[in-house]
């Protein structure tokens, strides 16, 4: 049940974050991901969802899926998931084969409540999630070295909620959090590993690519 109010959506994110698993030990090393990025049409509500697969290892796509609509939850800092998820479920779902991992363009519990959209995602998937956002939601942290691989903790009142990770020399960095079922360090890891030449993560950057491209077709 999706809900309709606010104070709904923030009862029942409450509710998800209890359920976030962020373990400490590592899981395997997913041999695909799902990127999944949103489109939204200037002045409306509009929006072109997409899902692209790879394979982590050889960076070849192996499936596209696009889904147009229209947003029917408001747009409000926090509780962006109740916006996205509905539609990222759906372009999920239009994939043949089921990813091992999905790379959410969000946080994951770099979030006041400890439940970003890549969190929520990842618990209505029953898959790992992770967040990599390139803008800062909540914390502070300190200025990561200017290479690739290069991170500082982000902190929210002391207590780690992600990283801040330089995926290229000298590019800006991502906001990387856990988002469902994967710490910290293999967070930042599988980030990383999906970041072949450029400062975002390829499936993130494939399927923001093909949104854009669909929403201006739509």
């Given at each position: 049940?999706?809900?309709?109010?606010?104070?709904?959506?923030?009862?029942?994110?409450?509710?998800?974050?209890?359920?976030?698993?962020?373990?400490?030990?590592?899981?395997?090393?997913?041999?695909?991901?799902?990127?999944?990025?949103?489109?939204?049409?200037?002045?409306?509500?509009?929006?072109?969802?997409?899902?692209?697969?790879?394979?982590?290892e050889?960076?070849?796509?192996?499936?596209?899926?696009?889904?147009?609509?229209?947003?029917?939850?408001?747009?409000?800092?926090?509780l962006?998931?109740?916006?996205?998820?509905?539609?990222l479920?759906?372009?999920?779902?239009?994939?043949?084969?089921?990813?091992?991992?999905l790379?959410?363009?969000?946080?994951?519990?770099?979030?006041?409540?400890?439940?970003?959209?890549?969190?929520?995602?990842?618990?209505?998937?029953?898959?790992?999630?992770?967040?990599?956002?390139?803008?800062?939601?909540?914390?502070?942290?300190?200025?990561?070295?200017?290479?690739?691989?290069?991170?500082?903790?982000?902190?929210?009142?002391?207590?780690?909620?992600?990283?801040?990770?330089?995926?290229?020399?000298?590019?800006?960095?991502?906001?990387?959090?856990?988002?469902h079922?994967?710490?910290?360090?293999?967070?930042c890891?599988?980030?990383?590993?999906?970041?072949?030449?450029?400062?975002?993560?390829?499936?993130?950057?494939?399927?923001?690519?093909?949104?854009?491209?669909?929403l201006?077709?739509?």
């Amino acid at each position: 049940m999706e809900p309709v109010s606010i104070a709904q959506a923030e009862e029942l994110q409450q509710r998800l974050a209890s359920q976030v698993e962020v373990p400490r030990a590592q899981i395997p090393m997913p041999r695909t991901v799902a990127g999944l990025d949103i489109s939204y049409a200037v002045g409306s509500d509009r929006i072109a969802t997409t899902a692209v697969l790879l394979n982590l290892e050889t960076g070849a796509i192996l499936e596209e899926s696009t889904v147009h609509g229209v947003a029917t939850f408001p747009y409000v800092p926090g509780l962006l998931a109740f916006r996205e998820v509905p539609a990222l479920l759906e372009a999920l779902g239009q994939l043949r084969n089921q990813p091992d991992l999905l790379l959410v363009d969000g946080q994951g519990i770099a979030h006041p409540r400890r439940c970003g959209s890549a969190c929520h995602l990842g618990i209505r998937a029953g898959l790992p999630a992770i967040g990599c956002a390139k803008t800062r939601f909540i914390g502070e942290h300190r200025e990561p070295g200017p290479h690739r691989g290069d991170q500082a903790p982000l902190l929210d009142n002391g207590e780690l909620i992600g990283h801040v990770l330089r995926t290229q020399d000298n590019v800006k960095p991502m906001y990387v959090s856990p988002g469902h079922r994967v710490g910290f360090e293999q967070s930042c890891d599988i980030v990383l590993a999906a970041c072949s030449s450029f400062r975002l993560p390829d499936p993130i950057r494939h399927a923001d690519r093909l949104s854009r491209a669909a929403l201006a077709l739509y």
